[in-house]
């Protein structure tokens, strides 16, 4: 019940505030009116900025701060991310979104299903590493998608994941956010990471059957583990250096998704084109260029560690038309190198 009163009062909220009648709400739900005024109570105990005004009803006074099923999908719709606003699973805490959402493909849920929680308790990084996701310290979340592509055009997803969280982020805030190729989101100068993107794909038969796209933004988390805190950072750390405002974990959600869905049919589209275009820098997609103005990793002298622990220095110079970095080595030679491949180090700091 408490869901559908969140439900109703969101719905007046976008509609210029409005309130909802007491008497509509115990008629749409079927109970009484003692019923709905005790629910209220509970979820303004439980933080929720709800006024009650006599004659009038009750109203959100403002978007409440804890997220839930209703809070998203109805604020994405009201964004003009709809397809994205149609599945949505919120649960508190879950081991990490991208196995619920390799479940949910699974289980037949449809593409554009979103999947996130307050907490993961087994969050997990590119590389086998941990990703600390506590409990309200960020938005930990994962996209289920079903493209029409072939597996070797999936590598440059995680790149176009990592631009749409950039250009949210930086549309959001005045911070320098740019991406460490191929899927860092890291705050220049210092250039700490800020967010992450873990893809995974789901093959059938080798035919993608579903793509997993895993996105953590640190957001409010202040302290990291010891080994991170010389590299990790969070919109709370990086509003203290820059006395701005810190966005609300809604508010960087909702800028997330609706950058993602705009740009989606952009990337879909260029992504066929590559395949029959060559990679000249005049041929690249839209969104490759603007990647590559905001590719922390280019212009920067790197280290390239290959899975089997091979070191190559080089410098980065370019990206191609399907993202993969071209480097030039010691000896004036270039190289491409593929992510998922190798793992890039700057050799300043972290970028
Ligand atoms: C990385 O930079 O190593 C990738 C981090 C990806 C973290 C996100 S949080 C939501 C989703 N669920 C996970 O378990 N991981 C991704």
Same mark, same amino acid.
């Given at each position: 019940?408490?869901?559908?009163?969140?439900?109703?009062? &969101?719905?007046?909220?976008?509609?210029?505030?409005?309130? @909802?009648?007491? %008497?509509?709400?115990?008629?749409?739900?079927?109970?009484?009116?003692?019923?709905?005024?005790?629910?209220?109570?509970?979820?303004?105990?439980?933080?929720?900025?709800? !006024?009650?005004?006599?004659?009038?009803?009750?109203?959100?006074?403002?978007?409440?701060?804890?997220?839930? !099923?209703?809070?998203?999908?109805?604020? &994405?719709?009201?964004?003009?991310?709809?397809?994205?606003?149609?599945?949505?699973?919120?649960?508190?805490?879950?081991?990490? #979104?991208?196995?619920?959402?390799?479940?949910?493909?699974?289980?037949?849920?449809?593409?554009?299903?979103?999947?996130?929680?307050?907490?993961?308790?087994?969050?997990?990084?590119?590389?086998?590493?941990?990703?600390?996701?506590?409990?309200?310290?960020?938005?930990?979340?994962?996209?289920? &998608?079903?493209?029409?592509?072939?597996?070797?055009?999936?590598?440059?997803?995680?790149?176009?994941?990592? &631009?749409?969280?950039?250009?949210?982020?930086?549309?959001?805030? %005045?911070?320098?956010?740019?991406?460490?190729?191929?899927?860092?989101?890291?705050?220049?100068?210092?250039?700490?990471?800020?967010?992450?993107?873990?893809?995974?794909?789901?093959?059938?038969?080798?035919?993608?059957?579903?793509? @997993?796209?895993?996105?953590?933004?640190?957001? #409010? #988390?202040?302290?990291?583990?010891?080994?991170?805190?010389?590299?990790?950072?969070?919109?709370?750390?990086?509003?203290?250096?820059?006395?701005?405002?810190?966005?609300?974990?809604?508010?960087?959600?909702?800028?997330?998704?609706?950058?993602?869905? +705009?740009?989606?049919?952009?990337?879909?589209?260029?992504?066929?084109? !590559?395949?029959?275009?060559?990679? +000249?820098?005049?041929?690249?997609?839209?969104?490759?260029?603007?990647?590559?103005?905001?590719?922390?990793?280019?212009?920067?002298? @790197?280290?390239?560690?290959? %899975?089997?622990?091979?070191?190559?220095?080089?410098?980065?110079?370019?990206?191609?038309?399907?993202?993969?970095?071209?480097?030039?080595?010691?000896?004036? #030679?270039?190289?491409?190198?593929?992510?998922? !491949?190798?793992?890039?180090?700057?050799?300043?700091?972290?970028?």
């Amino acid at each position: 019940m408490k869901q559908m009163i969140i439900r109703s009062l &969101l719905d007046a909220y976008y509609h210029e505030g409005r309130y @909802v009648s007491g %008497a509509l709400l115990s008629e749409q739900l079927g109970v009484t009116r003692a019923a709905i005024s005790k629910a209220i109570q509970q979820l303004v105990v439980n933080g929720y900025p709800i !006024e009650s005004q006599k004659h009038h009803g009750y109203r959100l006074t403002k978007l409440p701060s804890q997220l839930s !099923e209703p809070l998203i999908s109805r604020s &994405l719709q009201a964004e003009g991310a709809l397809r994205f606003a149609q599945s949505v699973h919120w649960q508190p805490s879950v081991d990490s #979104t991208n196995l619920v959402a390799r479940r949910g493909a699974d289980a037949g849920e449809p593409p554009f299903s979103l999947y996130l929680a307050d907490e993961q308790t087994s969050g997990r990084g590119r590389r086998g590493r941990i990703w600390h996701s506590a409990a309200g310290g960020g938005v930990w979340f994962s996209l289920l &998608l079903k493209p029409d592509v072939q597996p070797d055009q999936l590598a440059s997803i995680t790149l176009f994941a990592g &631009l749409s969280m950039a250009a949210a982020l930086r549309s959001l805030t %005045a911070l320098d956010v740019q991406l460490k190729w191929p899927n860092d989101l890291v705050v220049l100068p210092a250039g700490r990471k800020l967010g992450g993107i873990l893809t995974e794909t789901v093959l059938e038969e080798n035919r993608v059957s579903a793509v @997993v796209i895993g996105i953590g933004i640190n957001i #409010t #988390t202040e302290e990291f583990p010891d080994e991170l805190n010389a590299i990790a950072t969070s919109l709370a750390i990086e509003s203290v250096r820059t006395g701005s405002k810190v966005p609300t974990r809604l508010d960087v959600l909702l800028a997330c998704l609706s950058e993602f869905e +705009q740009r989606w049919t952009d990337w879909l589209a260029g992504t066929v084109a !590559e395949k029959s275009s060559s990679s +000249q820098s005049q041929d690249l997609p839209a969104w490759i260029q603007d990647y590559r103005a905001i590719c922390a990793t280019l212009g920067r002298d @790197v280290q390239i560690i290959s %899975a089997s622990g091979q070191t190559l220095f080089a410098k980065a110079i370019d990206l191609s038309a399907g993202g993969d970095l071209i480097v030039r080595l010691a000896d004036g #030679t270039q190289q491409t190198i593929s992510a998922g !491949e190798v793992s890039v180090r700057g050799l300043l700091g972290y970028v």
